[in-house]
């Protein structure tokens, strides 16, 4: 049985081994297009946390544990799964890059930059900004694209024999997966222009934008894919919502304060974006007058030194900071109390504790 820490080596080949064939399948067409799905390639094979394909592992193996069941037969399944949430991870990114205006990303130019930078260099016509976001986005449609062939098994420019079946239970819950992530990204974006600033409305886009394709949604579709049972379903993704919310509390913090060294992001740059975090939400509310309207001003703009220095002080004596770590303890308190009532293995449970701990207390 594949345990937790082989899980990202095996999502890892089976990522490569579907875009060996990607690769076949682009370079078809052009190499202006097989070039693009290089880039693509090095995007989703270089880093990454693996959080998502860790959590479809944790609820199978919770499922499985339950209820005594083989592995063999759901064990590759639940591994092709895990690798093409990846892929759905990856269209988030490269869009939420654009949507955010970020050039860096794990310390890199971000996908549309690389692009940008390369129209440039090549000396072509045209707005070499546009066209940089342009392949972008279609990289970001082709991730998911690509992400749905590798969940149901096939792979690109192969004709193969048919793959084994993703479960009508597990296959629903992708399909609410996706449409999730892209509302919750909507949310984001039009909490940013309509400048809503309650917690409330950041906390609705951290529970479609993150927590349910993060960290709930991979519980339960793990679970359908080794047949578990609806009740062992339900707990995990009540589990799961609360660490997803502790997963985007803990990024709304790395993005205000954390180290670029270890983010991969230039510090700070969620306030460049104007992002609406509960972060911000709790110093506007907490903060007299004239300091939330400073912060305010600051929001959604390039910063000096000086200027980021004073938006982290409003958040920081408003008291937004220590509230906002309170919270991911008393997420993470909630779920590992529920961990312990879940009827399950003592590996299944260690192995799942293990996994809460990492996402609510990880520092990239």
Excluded at 22 to 50: H, M, N
Excluded at 170 to 178: N, V
Excluded at 290 to 311: I, K, Q, V, W, Y
């Amino acid at each position: 049985m594949l345990s937790q820490q082989q899980v990202p080596g095996a999502v890892e080949a089976a990522l490569r081994d579907f875009f060996r064939a990607g690769r076949a399948a682009l370079d078809q067409i052009s190499p202006v297009v097989a070039q693009a799905g290089r880039e693509l390639e090095d995007f989703v094979l270089d880093g990454g946390k693996r959080i998502r394909p860790l959590c479809v592992h944790a609820g199978w193996q919770c499922a499985v544990s339950a209820a005594g069941r083989p592995t063999k037969d759901t064990e590759s399944l639940m591994v092709r799964t895990g690798a093409a949430i990846e892929l759905i991870q990856a269209c988030a990114l490269v869009h939420d890059d654009i949507l955010d205006r970020s050039d860096t990303r794990r310390g890199n130019p971000t996908v549309h930059r690389r692009f940008q930078a390369q129209h440039e260099r090549l000396g072509w016509g045209g707005d070499a900004a546009h066209h940089g976001k342009s392949v972008a986005i279609l990289l970001g449609d082709l991730a998911l694209s690509w992400a749905d062939d590798l969940v149901h098994g096939f792979r690109p420019g192969l004709d193969l024999p048919a793959p084994p079946v993703l479960p009508v239970a597990a296959a629903a819950l992708w399909s609410r997966m996706r449409t999730e992530v892209l509302a919750g990204q909507l949310l984001d974006i039009t909490n940013e222009v309509s400048a809503d600033e309650t917690a409330d409305a950041a906390y609705r886009v951290m529970e479609f934008k993150t927590a349910a394709y993060t960290v709930a949604r991979p519980l339960q579709i793990g679970v359908a894919l080794a047949g578990g049972s609806p009740e062992l379903s339900t707990a995990l993704g009540r589990i799961g919502v609360g660490l997803g919310l502790a997963f985007q509390l803990r990024d709304d913090l790395l993005g205000v304060v954390g180290d670029p060294a270890q983010t991969g992001k230039p510090s700070g740059d969620d306030l460049v974006a104007g992002k609406r975090t509960v972060i911000v939400a709790l110093a506007l509310a907490n903060s007299a007058p004239p300091a939330a309207d400073r912060l305010r001003g600051l929001l959604g703009r390039n910063l000096s030194a000086t200027e980021l220095a004073d938006a982290r002080a409003i958040l920081a004596d408003s008291g937004a900071l220590a509230a906002v770590e309170e919270q991911i303890t008393g997420h993470l308190t909630t779920a590992l109390d529920e961990i312990d009532d879940l009827d399950i293995s003592a590996a299944a449970r260690a192995d799942l504790t293990a996994l809460a701990h990492r996402i609510a207390d990880r520092q990239a």
